[in-house]
């Protein structure tokens, strides 16, 4: 029987200060992110259409190996937020002996299929030689970030768990800074660099990605004293089969799910591709506008996630419900001003890539579609990954993803650029009318509370 004695955040008003020393760290971060890549875009987008549909290929392989190794990370999360409740801390390093080997050996894998079948995986894309071989370029090299993101994902996610965010976001906003820098001098030959092109966009995040690397770890290890995440190596091995059995039983059905779902979409880009040449162009840009207006939304998962993972450890399920009941209303707020956002800063954004003319309208009404989507789409990211997964209710979401997106999502995409030969923003439509269906049952979830499970 639950003992608190709160049940509303009314009567906590501790909640909203935790809520931004968690998400606003967040948040900033990804907005850091986001609004780079945004740059990136545009500094790629200047070397042509073809340029950056090839970078925006293989940017999808790049993007199935980082939210493969999230979703897994996200499943360890349960298990961190849930022992920092309680302040377990040989667990946590436990856990994260887990997480170390099997997040480093599944993006290293990615890396050698990466390097191996580059040509036939870009193939899958597009079948314009140019494009093919500007995404091959690419992806050889920066497929070598994926096992050192994933040593810099655990570091940062783990950080998170136990409420220590402020250096691991300035240190992402370095790397992500040096990035850009390198980005500008690489691609276009400036400074005394090479030009490069592409292969300079690469090696640029790639540099980038060693730096944020060595600069989380000598935070963890050498500069902060007593970080619950510096784990020692006597304590993170030997790995004991039955707790691994436990963290997998949660962590797979996440990594499972995120594998489905970020294929899925990739398989999204082969059905765009089919539409026109600029379609996988107009599609890279409007997906990073729209990320950028949607950053809030990364903050509030994980500020959910956290909290709520930490109040069930500590056994407070009423608590733990009532959390996840006001992080609902909070994102039903935020929708409404992020779909103005996107709707209203649309001719902004087209005026700064400024393609060709028929490039720009495609911009514009996929622009479009993405704002009128946000609120299903947002609603369901909160719900499933910040509330759900933080009760362990990993299973259900992995079913969901699964029929949302390969019995509705990839089968309509394809039905409209192949079939019935509509425009990218109606095939864009297509493949997002899975993400209303998938809302409906996520909520329903959490009302029903059969997604409250305690692990300690």
Known sequence: MDTQMLTSNKMNPGFYKTVASIGVPVMISNLISIGLNMVDTIMVGRLGVLELSGVGAANRITFISQVICFGFYTGITVF????????????????????????????????????????????????????????????????????????????????????????????????????????????????????????????????????EMLLLLSYVYIFSKDHPVAAKISGMFPIQIPFLKAIYRTALPSLINEMIWSIGTSVYYIAFGMVNNSAIAVVQVAGVVNDFCVAIFYGLGNASMVMIGNELGRNRTQLAYQYGKSFIRISLICCLFSTAALFFSRPLIVSIYNFDAFTNQQLMETLLVYAVFITPRMMGYVVAIGILRAGGDTRFCLCCDIVGIWCLGVPLSFLGAVTLGLPLAWVVVLCFTEEIIKVVFFIRRFYSKRWINVFV
């Open 80 to 211: 961190l937020a849930q022992y920092w409740g309680i302040k377990d801390i040989k667990n946590i390093h436990r856990t994260l002996g887990i997480a170390y080997t099997s997040g480093f050996l599944l993006c290293a894998l990615f890396t050698l299929a990466a390097t191996i079948f580059a040509y036939p995986l870009m193939s899958l894309f597009s079948d314009d030689t140019a494009v093919i071989q500007y995404a091959v370029d690419y992806l050889r090299i920066v497929c070598f970030t994926y096992p050192i993101s994933a040593i810099s994902f655990l570091i940062i996610f783990a950080s998170r768990s136990v409420h220590r965010l402020l250096f691991p976001t300035i240190f992402n906003a370095t790397a992500l800074l040096t990035n850009t820098f390198f980005n500008y001098c690489l691609i276009f030959g400036k400074f005394g660099f090479p030009a490069w092109g592409v292969k300079g966009a690469a090696v640029a995040t790639l540099g980038a990605r060693i730096i």
